[in-house]
């Protein structure tokens, strides 16, 4: 019989399908479908500090005779926000039967760890930083930031965060980082317990009929799990120690586990994701498009590869393929096109 059950940060999880940071899953509706149809685990839609902020903003310019309403604004504004997004963790946790993640995305430190605080203290199973700005300013004397100084801002929030807080830390990043594995490696050495890769971020476009500045596509295509793939089975490779420590409570893995996310609309896909060594993968383009059911399908697939391939448990194929485990690792290294006909 085929075990579809993964450990993932430190959480057990009963297939490695997870419902990424969405829309979708701000609704209790949609997360109760999903926690039905066979997903691993469900990562709530992301607290933003810069709505919270932004809403803050638009109502003090709606009220700007009242100056002294400043500090009552902020604080309401902010805790009504919080406070939804805490019964969201609640409702959630009542009603389903996987691990719930809460997901923040702040640029104040103190933020960070108190909403983190918060969201343990909701009932929520893990926490995922969605952590990124872009390093520009349109301050005229502002001095651009080094790559080194972006990373230990990222990494002194994880570490706030990590020491604030008992549950698993997961850091979701994007691609644009000077050096991925240095990046990571110093993720897991601040407590980041898992890391997603990548973070899809809103891509703006230019509407040449209205001439203005438009959304381009929210959804993901096939062939962007590429570049997933190709990081994931590199840092499966290099990231994972056979080292373990002792936390009082047992034995607890020393490593870096990793997650894929962004073009993951089919069972096959995912498949070749865990083969290269991802742990999990984070579906959200797929639900959008075709339901919270369809993670049914993608157990479904699962469940028939490794009955054909001969696979009782996932782990057992999981990072067979990646950069250690092949006989050509350069494969994953090229960056030009060489010759490349004969694979078709």
Same mark, same amino acid.
């Given at each position: 019989?085929? +075990? ?66 400043? +500090? ?125 890769? !990548? ?15 438009? %959304? ?49 609309? +089919? ?30 399908? !993608? ?27 092949? %006989? ?17």
């Amino acid at each position: 019989m085929t +075990d579809t059950t993964v450990n993932y940060a430190g959480l057990r999880l009963k297939s490695p399908f997870i419902a990424a940071s969405s829309g979708f899953t701000a609704d209790i509706d949609k997360i109760v479908a999903l926690s039905r149809s066979g997903i691993g685990a469900i990562v709530l839609k992301s607290l933003f500090e810069e709505q919270i902020n932004n809403e803050i903003g638009f109502l003090e310019s709606q009220s700007a005779e009242y100056t002294e309403n400043a +500090d009552f604004l902020n604080h309401y504004v902010q805790a009504y926000a919080v406070g939804k997004y805490l019964d969201l963790i609640k409702e959630a946790k009542s009603k389903c039967d996987v691990p719930i993640i809460a997901s923040i995305c702040c640029y104040t430190v103190g933020n960070w760890v108190s909403y983190a605080r918060d969201m343990e203290a909701a009932g929520a199973d893990a926490i995922e930083l969605n952590i990124y700005s872009m390093p520009l300013s349109t301050d005229p004397s502002f001095v651009c930031k080094s790559s080194d100084e972006i990373e230990k801002e990222a990494c002194s929030i994880v570490q706030s965060v990590a020491a604030n807080v008992g549950i698993p830390v997961i850091v979701k990043i994007s691609d644009q980082y000077t050096n991925l594995l240095g990046f990571m490696a110093r993720l897991k050495a601040n407590g980041a317990r898992a890391v997603v890769l !990548f973070n899809r971020f809103y891509k703006p476009d230019i509407s040449l009929k209205s001439m203005k500045l438009v %959304s381009g596509n929210m959804f993901s295509s096939k062939s962007e799990y590429l570049k997933s793939l190709r990081w994931i089975a590199i840092a499966s490779a290099k990231l994972q120690s056979t080292s373990a420590k002792h936390d009082g409570n047992g034995v607890v893995s020393a490593n870096l586990d990793l997650s894929a996310s962004t073009g993951v609309h +089919d069972g096959q896909t995912a498949i070749k994701l865990l083969l290269a060594g991802a742990k999990t993968v984070q579906l959200c383009s797929a639900l959008y498009q075709q339901g919270p059911f369809i993670v049914e399908d !993608f157990v479904g697939y699962l469940k028939k590869f490794m009955s054909d391939k001969g696979f009782d448990k996932v782990a057992d194929f999981c990072g067979m393929l990646n950069y250690a485990n092949i %006989s050509n690792p350069s494969g994953f290294e090229r960056v030009q096109f060489l010759k490349t006909a004969e694979q078709y």
